[in-house]
């Protein structure tokens, strides 16, 4: 089921501009794919699918030009993206004009991003959203990361 529901995930992505998660679980179970919402984020981050210009797209896989992303909450009410030195800006751009939920501004150095949310009922949905626009690098980018041996 696992591929046929990617294949379709793919396919509805790559057809129609779908604007949220629900519309996309709607069009997956009018086609008798049923998916709960934490499933189906799991598998568009998994897809590379994220949202983009208000829709969800397919982005290609991390290359040497992607920046890097970490997101970190810092609660009751900022969000800090950790980018790859050059690209906050670019990225604190992108969320001005696509921004989370809740989201009242952002500010921008060289390599992090603090999103600033007025709306703390809505905090958690944008920390969620931010780590389904940015998620975490594929294990083949991760380098250093890993334990040593001896």
């Given amino acids: 089921m696992h591929a046929e529901l990617d294949d379709r995930i793919l396919e509805l992505v790559a057809e129609e501009d779908i604007p949220d998660q629900s519309i996309l679980g709607q069009r997956l179970?009018?086609?008798?794919l049923v998916v709960s919402q934490p499933s189906l984020s799991r598998h568009?981050?998994?897809?590379?699918?994220?949202k983009r210009g208000g829709y969800y797209r397919q982005e290609p896989r991390n290359s040497p030009l992607q920046p890097?992303?970490?997101v970190k909450p810092a609660p009751p009410n900022l969000?800090?993206?950790?980018?790859?030195p050059g690209y906050a800006q670019a990225i604190g751009a992108l969320l001005d004009d696509?921004?989370?939920?809740?989201?009242v501004g952002t500010?921008?150095?060289?390599?992090?991003?603090?999103?600033v949310c007025g709306d703390l009922q809505a905090y958690q949905d944008a920390v969620n959203q931010a780590r389904d626009r940015f998620p975490p690098a594929s294990p083949a980018n991760r380098r250093?990361?890993?334990g040593r041996s001896g």
Avoid: E, M
């Avoid at 179970?29 to 008798?32: N, S, V």
């Fill in 29 to 32: 179970a009018d086609q008798g």
């Fill in 44 to 50: 568009l981050r998994r897809l590379n699918i994220v």
């Fill in 68 to 70: 890097r992303v970490v």
């Fill in 79 to 84: 969000i800090v993206l950790q980018t790859s």
């Fill in 98 to 103: 696509d921004p989370l939920p809740g989201q």
């Fill in 107 to 115: 500010v921008a150095g060289d390599d992090t991003v603090l999103i």
């Fill in 144 to 146: 250093g990361r890993r």
